[in-house]
């Protein structure tokens, strides 16, 4: 069964910090690109960052370079979004999806999703 869990989500000020969680299982980790996505309420999914453990790449959204940094850990199968200096524009659902494809930022399309983890930033 495969199956991508996020966790870390929560509510915090502007300008604190959340760690967000990918575990991964049930498909081949180091086959695969991770990337996070999150969507805010009434606004269209969007692409925040992706892994490619593989290739030793990592990419980030403009909205969030220098504040968010990814990384994993592949004898755990689980990918880390650490989120500082976080803003009330970051306030959404955040999601870990796997693709065989490369990285890339602008897409929406990966074979796994996991359920989504809600992260609320207050002004």
């Known amino acids: 069964e495969v199956q991508l869990v996020e966790s870390g989500g929560g509510l915090v000020q502007a300008g604190g910090s959340l760690r967000l969680s990918c575990a991964a299982s049930?498909?081949?980790?180091?086959?695969?690109?991770i990337g996070w996505l999150r969507q805010a309420p009434g606004k269209e999914r969007e692409g925040v960052s992706c892994?490619?453990?593989?290739?030793?790449?990592?990419y980030y959204a403009d909205s969030v370079e220098g504040r968010f940094t990814i990384s994993s850990d592949n004898a755990k199968n689980t990918v880390y979004l650490q989120m500082n200096s976080l803003k009330p524009e970051d306030t959404a659902v955040y999601y870990c999806?796997?693709?065989?494809?490369?990285?890339?930022?602008?897409?929406?399309?990966?074979?796994?999703w996991g359920q989504g983890t809600q992260v609320a930033v207050s002004s």
């Open positions: 999806a796997a693709r065989r494809r490369q990285c890339s930022i602008s897409s929406n399309v990966f074979a796994f």
């Open positions: 049930g498909f081949t980790f180091d086959d695969y690109v």
């Open positions: 892994i490619s453990s593989s290739a030793g790449s990592t």
